[in-house]
């Protein structure tokens, strides 16, 4: 059996648009761009993968393989406004925004991307704002520019059996 290719950033994705408090805070994710975004004059939102570094490597007396990696994301949104109302709305769905992933995470709802037989952590932190960006003639500051950490520590099995 050789490798068998997976989609990691589907189910995220689809995971990310339940999020039930989005349209109150008027954050679009009905298309999130993947790794740049397609639109940087409107409000949008934009996942970046940053890489799955392996965390351990373990192998069995049989030499079967646990490989422990975390996934790497940077949720970036796109929000007009640059005054303290629109700063504080966004504060509010950042620090909710995180709460929710911890919530879903006991709840046993977040995306699977690993081996099924292990447990996995997803947490969303360190959201904060990044840039501002420029939209047209003049209109420098119209759209800000945030930022939220999104990662996934999962772990998959090799049995050496696949490996014939």
Known sequence: M???ERDIITPIIEFLKTCPFLEKYNIDMS??????FKDKTKPSSMLEYTGSPQVQ?????TGNARITRQANYQLYLLK?????LYRKDITLFIDNFEQWIDYCQVRGTTPKIGSKN???IMKAENGMFFDDIPTGEGGFMQLNQYMIQLSILYMT??????LQ
């Open 31 to 36: 298309e999130i761009d993947i790794g740049k």
């Open 118 to 120: 292990f447990k996995e």
């Open 2 to 4: 050789s490798y068998i």
């Open 80 to 84: 007009r406004g640059n005054d303290n």
């Open 57 to 61: 490597f373990q192998t069995d007396i």
């Open 157 to 162: 099995e090799i049995k050496i059996t696949d």
